[in-house]
């Protein structure tokens, strides 16, 4: 892991002066909805009180208590770039990381583009602004969608634009045949609510539909800052409510009816990503016992 000045970081930090206030309790898994969970961590990188707890069936990792979606809602319009912006020492916008989400949205196209239809209805949840719809329809052709709740996020573009949440979003009678979710299920407050919506959003296998998800894998993190001797409460972001490996975003998956075809590894020093390539099934599938995840888990806790 290459040097990085973490006391001025948490200077910056501190400069910011956002004061983290949960407000609501998380009763269970949000994943597997066991009640088998106990205390993980007690802070998150920016040294905020954020408390984790795991839950010993499914490894799950997910902030609680936490802000609700009020709160979130304010965090991202007020204080989440200028958070962003002190963790990497300067200014960050949408137009300061279009660029790095052009050149993975060039990636992504290159090494999973075999899966998308002929002229694609895209859906991009929690696009922000819309490089991937844009890479995916100036290849492909077809038509983009972009769905965030930050309006700044939306204002750039031509493709069809719409500001909601992941969870309060409502398809109706729409449907696309392209859903990609990168980069942003960690962020949801409802995963699983958030991709069963997605299914019911997809069009009908036999139309090519696919749905691409990516996750960063948070056991990783936890092993990397493990193996520098470092605080594993580094792995933790407040705006990760949910912490995903590859074993949970797999059972997310099947949980809301979809059946990962390929699993891209995005591998460079100090990271971990996922990339799943699914399609819509018939069929869900119960989140199975990780008990070996869990283990691993624990350990990177109590090391």
Not at 35 to 42: A, G, M, R, W
Not at 249 to 257: I, Q, Y
Not at 274 to 289: D, I, N
Request: net charge negative.
């Amino acid at each position: 892991m290459s040097a990085y000045d973490w006391d001025a970081f948490y200077e910056r930090v501190a400069a910011v002066g956002y004061e983290y206030e949960p407000k609501e309790e998380v009763h269970g898994c949000t994943l597997c909805g066991s009640s088998d969970i106990e205390p993980y961590l007690t802070e998150d990188n920016y040294q905020f009180p954020v408390g984790t707890d795991l839950c010993t069936h499914c490894g799950m990792v997910f902030i609680n208590p936490r802000m609700d979606a009020d709160a979130y809602q304010a965090f991202y319009e007020g204080w989440y770039r200028r958070l962003i912006s002190a963790k990497n020492g300067r200014e960050v916008t949408m137009a300061t990381l279009r660029p790095e989400q052009e050149l993975y949205a060039g990636w992504m196209c290159d090494s999973i583009g075999k899966h998308f239809p002929k002229y694609p209805r895209v859906l991009d949840v929690g696009g922000g602004c819309g490089a991937f719809v844009d890479e995916i329809t100036n290849r492909y052709g077809g038509t983009g969608t972009v769905l965030d709740p930050a309006p700044d996020e939306l204002k750039e573009g031509q493709w069809e634009k719409i500001r909601s949440t992941a969870e309060a979003w409502d398809p109706g009678y729409r449907r696309w045949n392209v859903i990609t979710v990168m980069n942003t299920v960690d962020h949801f407050l409802d995963p699983v609510a958030v991709l069963t919506t997605c299914r019911r959003a997809m069009a009908r296998s036999e139309d090519g539909a696919v749905l691409i998800l990516n996750v960063q894998d948070f056991a990783y993190r936890c092993k990397v800052f493990s193996s520098h001797d470092m605080p594993v409460t580094r792995a933790v972001k407040v705006d990760h409510p949910h912490n995903f490996t590859r074993d949970t975003a797999s059972a997310l998956l099947r949980k809301t009816g979809f059946d990962p075809i390929e699993i891209l590894k995005e591998e460079k020093p100090g990271h971990l990503a996922w990339c799943f390539v699914a399609k819509p099934s018939e069929t869900t599938e119960e989140v199975r016992a990780h008990p070996e995840l869990v283990k691993e888990l624990r350990r990177y806790r109590d090391e």
